[in-house]
Structure formats: C-alpha cells, structure tokens
C-alpha cells in the first residue's frame, strides 16, 4: 500500500505543503521562545528531514525570523501561523504539527525545556 503525503497549510491557507515522509518523532517544546511564537503553554512540532518537505503554494508568504543564534522559525506573513522551527546545520526541522491536515500516526514523544513550563500548566 503507498502511503499519501502528508499535507498542510496555515490558518489562511495562503502556505500549502506536503511532507513525503512520517515524522522520526513528536516534539513538545516548553521554552519561553516556544511559548511566545505559538501564544501556548508549549509548542509541539513533528521532527521531518528537509529534503522530504515541499511548499506547493504561497512560498512568497513565508516569512522568516531568526530567534536565536541558533535556529530560525518561518511563519506565514499572512495570517500569522507558525510553520518551522529549524536549527542552523541540522538535516532536520520541526513542523509545526498544528499546520498539519493530514492525519498522523502516534509517534514516539520527547518533551523539551521542561523547566520552562508553565506552573499553571496541568501535568
């Protein structure tokens, strides 16, 4: 059986893309970057390898802002939505799993910077 590509887009629709893989795992991220970029108590992304991920619509959309020394985030310049979080040198990236339409599997779970988290945040 082949598997479909994996599709998304942001809240307006003005960014589209497919992923032609599953994710090697699910990242929750506690940081205060994270939790300011996503308006949330963290920000949870699937771990893609670039070379796998394609935008099939509004590549003139993404935005990008350098939020550390080093890593990079892309949002939509539209509506806001966040997309990637990616770190300098790394065959990875993470999706922000929210952009995702497709649904997924479960997939393995690490937390991150679990000593930003929220107090009010139920465990």
Not at 95 to 109: C, F, R, T
Request: charged residues 20%.
């Amino acid at each position: 059986m082949v598997r479909e590509n994996l599709k998304g887009a942001c809240l307006c629709s003005a960014v589209q893309f497919e992923v032609a893989a599953t994710p090697s795992e699910i990242i929750r991220c506690h940081c205060r970057m994270c939790q300011k970029a996503h308006g949330a108590p963290f920000a949870t992304f699937a771990r893609f390898r670039h070379e796998d991920f394609s935008v099939t619509a509004g590549a003139e959309s993404i935005a990008t802002y350098r939020s550390s020394d080093v890593a990079q985030r892309t949002f939509c310049r539209e509506c806001g939505s966040s997309l990637q979080f990616m770190r300098d040198g790394a065959g990875t990236f993470g999706l922000a799993i929210s952009a995702l339409d497709s649904p997924l599997e479960p997939q393995p779970l690490r937390d991150y910077h679990q000593g930003s988290r929220s107090e009010w945040q139920a465990r």
